[in-house]
């Protein structure tokens, strides 16, 4: 059983460019969240996506944009990239909004915006 | 605001000796709570959960951890820590009822972990 996947591992970008990180959820799960992870700090949360909706939203400007797909998988979309935006893009899913049950994360993206 | 505290940077312990690191955590309602080990550039991997019932939750690798409502704390614990047990853990909470941040998970800043042979 495949375990959540995130697309590319790396990436590299230059400020004022668009980034598009992807995510595949575990199997029988319907939710994908995103988090932003900055080198020496918790996760942040981004947003939430269940039904292809965006459900809830973190503390994030508009730059940050997402989707869901019919087959639950989900786009992390940043434009107008900062030098602050360098961080390691986590990705989580979870069954029923995970209301009861535990997140599960994939190994991250990690975006180096020079 | 739900937020979560890990007061300790660095925990530091000799394999073999007992570890503990600690969280406390601040949340409107009845929380949920998580802790999660992530290794060197890799993403976070579950442990255990706090939902209900008993305040004693046991969860992978050996690790337990103890629910104090009246302290707000979730301290996540371990008999016995091995070498491979060094890594970066992270405690996290999210609100128990139905509201706007559902599903949400706030996280603490993580506590260093390194067992010395």
């Known amino acids: 059983d495949a375990g959540v996947t995130q697309s590319p591992t790396h990436l590299i970008k230059t400020r004022g460019q668009q980034v598009t990180l992807r995510c595949s959820p575990k199997?029988?799960?319907?939710?994908v969240s995103w988090y932003q992870q900055a080198l020496g700090q918790g996760p942040q949360f981004i947003f939430q996506?269940?039904?292809?909706?965006?459900?809830q939203r973190g503390n994030f400007p508009d730059r940050f944009s997402g989707h869901q797909f019919p087959n639950y998988s989900s786009e992390l979309n940043v434009n107008a990239l900062l030098l602050g935006d360098s961080a390691l893009y986590l990705c989580?899913?979870?069954?029923?909004?995970?209301?009861?049950?535990?997140?599960?994360f994939g190994p991250g993206t990690r975006l180096t915006v020079t | 605001a739900q937020s979560v505290a890990q007061p300790e940077d660095q925990v530091n312990v000799a394999e073999g000796n007992p570890l503990t690191v600690k969280c406390t955590y601040s949340?409107?309602?009845?929380?949920?709570l998580f802790w999660y080990v992530q290794y060197p550039n890799r993403g976070l991997q579950f442990l255990l959960k706090?939902?209900?019932?008993?305040?004693l939750v046991k969860g992978s690798y050996g690790f337990e951890a103890e629910f104090n409502k009246s302290q707000t704390s979730f301290h996540l614990k371990k008999p016995s820590a091995l070498v491979s047990d060094s890594a970066l853990y992270f405690c996290?909470?999210?609100?128990?009822?139905?509201?706007?941040?559902?599903?949400?998970?706030?996280f603490g800043r993580g506590t260093q972990l390194t067992v010395w042979p």
């Open positions: 989580a899913s979870s069954r029923d909004r995970g209301l009861f049950y535990e997140q599960y």
């Open positions: 199997s029988g799960h319907d939710t």
């Open positions: 996506y269940y039904e292809e909706e965006e459900r």
């Open positions: 949340v409107s309602g009845n929380p949920y």
């Open positions: 706090y939902i209900t019932g008993d305040n």
């Open positions: 996290a909470v999210r609100e128990s009822d139905r509201g706007s941040t559902l599903g949400r998970l706030y």
